[in-house]
């Protein structure tokens, strides 16, 4: 069975600073991909970045990057810089046999 | 626009009633999925289909059907609406093409059923 866990409800950051989103994993799929959604509060899902289970770098997607490390069954996104705009819900996800399933979420305020 | 297209937008329901949420998506994407979002909480998958004619249950598939004839179509059925459907609920679709398979998803429908 595929689990996605979040352990951090809400988070805080200064404006122009870096910030981490934890994301663990579970899955007994050999083959699985992992990505991070963002959420505003105007309800709509915006893919952040994509990770491939045999992928050997990290992925980056501008200011994103998806520190994976699969030994320990985590996908922890950091976003370098923080800007207000990035004041939203995150969420963690991963693919295996097709299914995408959601973390429960993490509520990152940016403080100016 | 190329997107993923939910009607409607917000719906009331009484207890007993049958609907259809619609989805359609013009992007030629193999994969399409349904979600419910409760407050507070994530996306929960209902069904989801990886191509026309193959679709299986999620984690909450119960009180929900779903078919999918086409490649752009993807109809959520609620059969007999229960106050605990009452939640957003959103359609996605992705493809294996865009080398990875993150999704698109649409505006969602936020259902009351009383």
């Known amino acids: 069975a595929q689990k996605i866990t979040q352990t951090q409800p809400g988070m805080f950051v200064q404006e122009k600073e870096a910030v981490t989103l934890d994301c663990t994993y579970d899955?007994?799929?050999?083959?699985?991909?992992l990505f991070w959604y963002k959420q505003p509060s105007s309800g709509e899902m915006i893919f952040l970045i994509y990770q491939g289970s045999y992928d050997q770098q990290n992925a980056t997607e501008g200011r994103y990057s998806l520190n994976f490390q699969k030994a320990r069954k985590s996908a922890n996104l950091v976003i370098s810089a923080s800007q207000l705009g990035d004041s939203a819900m995150y969420f963690c996800a991963m693919i295996a046999s097709f299914k995408t399933i959601f973390g429960a979420g993490t509520r990152l305020f940016v403080k100016a | 626009n190329a997107g993923v297209t939910q009607t409607p937008k917000f719906q009331v329901l009484k207890t007993g009633q049958s609907m259809t949420l619609q989805c359609a998506q013009d992007?030629?994407?193999?994969?399409m999925s349904w979600y419910r979002q409760d407050p507070g909480m994530g996306l929960r998958l209902i069904h989801y289909s990886v191509g026309a004619g193959i679709t299986d249950q999620g984690e909450v598939p119960n009180g929900y059907n779903v078919s999918r004839s086409t490649t752009e179509d993807f109809p959520l059925r609620l059969l007999s609406a229960a106050p605990s459907q009452t939640s957003v609920y959103f359609c996605?679709?992705?493809?294996?093409?865009?080398?990875?398979?993150?999704?698109?998803f649409g505006s969602g429908t936020r259902l009351t059923v009383v």
């Open positions: 899955t007994s799929d050999p083959s699985y991909g």
């Open positions: 996605a679709s992705s493809s294996s093409r865009t080398g990875n398979y993150g999704y698109t």
């Open positions: 992007m030629n994407h193999e994969y």
